[in-house]
Every structure is written in structure tokens, then in C-alpha cells.
């Protein structure tokens, strides 16, 4: 399981193959990868972003992405999870979010990602300030 939160940009892609290189042991035991990369839109709530600005509480937040990878391992079969999250100041179309989930099969690898991100958007601490034509905002954290 590997946990991160950067204020360097990704490529989702290359992260992925990355780690599997770094994980010879998951070759050949998984059958499923399920993967979720959330971008910044330009339009949110009606109006156009040019910015958001993602803060977090560096310990807290990590801490509390590694419980809810440990949660999702103790709930579904899953062999390994991955999970990179951006902080700072973004532009429309850059990766914020990269969860991968591997599993052995497909139900499991899907239910496991799912669970992480709704966490990710609903309990995991970050804020976002989104920054408009009629100013900046702080945008609400969704429910679960």
C-alpha cells in the first residue's frame, strides 16, 4: 500500500506502471486493476475555475488515507492499493487524484476503489478554494 500527498504534478499512468515495477509480487495475482483519476474541471457550480487551491493538515491527512486503504483491504479481497493526491494550486485539466486498486477479481478491485474515493470526498482532510471571475471560494466537502 503506498499513500501519498504532493504538491508536485503526476502523470497517473506513469505512477501506475511505476509501481507495479516496484511490486514484482503482484505479477501474476491479480486479474483486476480498477483505477479512478480525478481531474479539475473548468466548470463547477455554474461558473468557470481558472484555479482551485488544495490544502490539507499534513499527518492527519495521510494518516487518514492509510486507514481508509487498511478499511477497504479489511472489507474486499484486494491485494494492494495505491493512492496519490495533489495539494497546491491547480489548473483545469490536471490530475488531482490517482486511486488504484488491485485485486485478483474485478467485484472486489471495483468496490474497494469506489470505497476509497467517496472517503477521499467526504472524510479525508482537505480543503479547496476555488478561484472564479467573481472571486475565490471555498468549495463544501460532499456527503457520503
Known amino acids: 500500500m503506498k499513500v501519498q500527498v504532493t504538491d508536485a504534478p503526476f502523470d497517473p499512468w506513469r505512477e501506475i ?3 507495479r515495477r516496484e511490486h514484482p509480487e503482484l505479477a501474476g495475482k491479480y486479474g483486476a486493476t480498477a483505477i479512478f483519476v ?3 474541471r473548468e466548470l463547477s457550480h ?5 484555479t482551485m487551491t488544495l490544502e490539507h493538515y499534513p499527518g492527519m491527512t495521510e494518516r487518514e488515507l492509510e486507514a481508509t486503504c487498511r478499511e477497504a483491504a479489511g ?10 493526491h495533489r495539494v497546491g494550486k491547480l489548473a483545469p485539466d490536471e490530475p488531482i487524484v490517482l486511486v488504484a486498486v488491485w485485486a485478483a477479481h ?3 478491485a471495483f468496490d474497494a476503489c469506489r470505497h476509497v474515493v467517496e472517503a477521499l470526498k467526504s472524510r479525508v482532510p482537505f480543503w479547496k478554494r476555488e478561484r472564479t471571475a467573481s472571486g475565490e471560494r471555498w468549495v463544501e466537502p460532499e456527503s457520503p
Request: proline share 4%; aromatic share 8%; with cysteine.
Open 75 to 84: 472489507r474486499w479481497d484486494i491485494l494492494d492499493c495505491l493512492v496519490l
Open 106 to 108: 474485478r467485484a472486489p
Open 17 to 19: 506502471e511505476s509501481y
Open 38 to 40: 480525478g481531474t479539475l
Open 46 to 50: 455554474g461558473a468557470q475555475v481558472s
